[in-house]
């Protein structure tokens, strides 16, 4: 407890954004900068070149042509697609270093990965709600306390995941009980080191609470069901069971509280953890979060 205290007391030893990152993303918010710049600084890493032209051919952004140039793919994809390629390749870089006996990265970059693309589908289907792509960084982002937990407190870990296992508590509740912190209050702290939007902090904040209230309140309350739902798995959906599916979701749906704050219909929350599991695994590879 001791340890986490003191890193939230001082948030210098909290991990910082690489310069790479602080570098590109000036570049993606000036209104001064261009495709070919922002492409030359992507290009001063091979790492993160890779994965750019990996994840603009993958399915998930269904682009129809497969595309060799960096500035193309900005030009195609978008600043802010480009922008949370860039914080995926960043958070794998910055906790690569976490081998921890019960604690799973692949397991913990794929719930991530899923709660992502489903906040950004259903971000997509309120017609209010204009920057898409902030949802899937507030979903990559939203557990990144866990990972400060496993790198600073990593025999808690084990502690913390049984009492939720045996007791049914929630997670939030048993890092209270153990640490004195959670995941969330340290999320809180390097949303704030990182200068993240406030939208996005306060979706990283609040993902685990079940009434949400303020100027963020659909937006939280959306990676909050996300958070929820991308911890199940759905039968698959094919023309003859469609009722089945629909009946499935909404039996899940009950046992979520308050997910009618969302005003997302239940098929469009079907189809948006339909499309994770679809896309999920191809996102994940194009990241670098699998092991080859």
């Known amino acids: 407890m001791l340890k986490l205290e003191t890193l939230l007391e001082n948030s210098n030893e909290l991990p910082s954004l690489p310069e790479i990152y602080t570098r590109l993303s000036g570049l993606l918010e000036s209104d001064d900068s261009d495709a070919g710049q922002i492409g030359e600084a992507v290009q001063s890493d091979p790492s993160l070149t890779g994965r750019v032209l990996k994840m603009t051919n993958s399915a998930y952004f269904g682009l129809p042509n497969e595309i060799f140039s960096i500035a193309q793919a900005v030009t195609l994809l978008g600043r802010q697609q480009i922008k949370q390629i ?65 790198k600073s407190a990593p025999d808690s870990i084990a502690e913390i995941d049984a009492i939720v296992e045996a007791n049914g508590v929630d997670m939030i509740q048993a890092e209270a009980d153990i640490l004195g912190v959670t995941h969330a209050d340290i999320g809180a702290v390097i949303m704030k080191k990182w200068g993240m939007p406030s939208m996005i902090s306060q979706c990283v904040i609040k993902h685990h609470e079940i009434n949400h209230e303020g100027p963020f309140a659909i937006e939280t309350s959306m990676v909050y069901l996300a958070n929820k739902l991308s911890k199940l798995t759905l039968i698959e959906a094919k023309d003859e069971n469609e009722g089945e599916c629909k009946k499935e979701m909404y039996g899940i749906l009950k046992t979520i509280p308050n997910w009618q704050q969302t005003e997302c219909s239940l098929e469009q929350i079907s189809i948006a953890c339909r499309l994770a599991d679809e896309q999920c695994h191809e996102v994940m590879e194009s990241l670098n979060m699998i092991d080859k």
């Not at 960043?90 to 913990?108: E, N, Q, Y």
């Not at 017609?127 to 866990?146: C, K, M």
């Open 86 to 150: 860039l914080m995926g390749s960043v958070l794998t870089g910055i906790f690569k270093d976490i081998d921890l006996a019960g604690f799973s990265m692949r397991d913990f970059w794929e719930h991530s990965i899923k709660t992502a693309i489903i906040a950004r589908h259903l971000a997509m289907q309120n017609v209010n709600i204009i920057d898409h792509e902030a949802f899937f960084t507030a979903g990559l982002l939203h557990d990144i306390g866990r990972l400060v937990i496993a």
